[in-house]
């Protein structure tokens, strides 16, 4: 497994020194296959525990485990099909047909009439298009509120009324933790929007509205890892604001 999917899996457990560490890593791959843990700590301004804390988080049993990742990944990164990435660009076209042929108008009554707005994401990509949701909708005069963790999921149930709405994002519609937390919000008759990959997902069955986009699974070396074109969130976020904009 990829250690960008370990930390996207793992990402709920990370601190700030945790993604200072993996932000270090991730621009230095190759040279972080050779250095020892003490010269990356020194690197990174951490103690070596705090790496070894960072690996044991990701699941991994120590230090070394994590370089043998990095070299498996560096050893294996030229073993691609080059067909994938027309197929990604027909998965970007038919995200962007769906997109041009609705009119979003039940998205944008929920909107209207909601006292307050929230939005969530379920990994690091979708945490990301959650915040740059929020950016978007500033320029439609409508405030979001994005909500960072788990902790904060939790915090925030009490506080919920009927008249509140949540965008949920994920990208299978299938994680355990949303859903519960899907369940949650519907007994507190909050609406939900949700943005996952096209199918007929659990998330999309628990939604109010399900906006769903197509990406497809990109097999990456000699184990297959999955990998998924996640842009389409981001461009789901923009067409929102356009059409908003066209709506109000």
């Excluded at 990356?40 to 690996?55: E, G, M, Y």
């Excluded at 007994?187 to 109010?208: F, H, P, R, Y």
């Amino acid at each position: 497994m990829k250690l960008e999917t370990l930390i996207d899996e793992n990402y709920e457990k990370l601190n700030e020194s945790d993604l200072y560490i993996w932000k270090y890593i991730l621009h230095h791959k190759k040279e972080c296959q050779t250095m020892s843990i003490q010269e990356l700590a020194s690197k990174c301004n951490v103690s070596h525990t705090t790496i070894l804390r960072f690996t044991h988080k990701l699941g991994l049993q120590g230090y070394s485990e994590m370089k043998i990742h990095l070299k498996w990944e560096d050893k294996q990164r030229n073993s691609f099909d080059n067909k994938e990435i027309e197929k990604t660009y027909k998965d970007i076209e038919k995200t962007m047909e769906i997109m041009k042929e609705r009119d979003f108008y039940d998205v944008f009554e929920l909107v209207e009439k909601a006292d307050k707005i929230y939005v969530y994401g379920s990994g690091a990509v979708q945490k990301n298009a959650a915040k740059d949701l929020k950016r978007s909708m500033i320029f439609g005069n409508k405030l979001i509120y994005v909500i960072e963790g788990r902790e904060e999921t939790n915090i925030i149930l009490d506080a919920l009324s009927s008249k509140d709405i949540f965008f949920l994002l994920s990208l299978s519609g299938n994680n355990l933790f949303m859903n519960e937390f899907a369940q949650k919000l519907k007994e507190k008759d909050v609406k939900i929007i949700s943005i996952t990959q096209v199918g007929n997902n659990e998330l999309a069955s628990i939604s109010d509205i399900s906006l769903q986009f197509y990406t497809h699974p990109i097999s990456v070396g000699e184990n297959k890892t999955k990998l998924y074109s996640t842009t389409q969130f981001f461009l789901i976020n923009q067409i929102l604001l356009l059409k908003y904009l066209e709506y109000r």
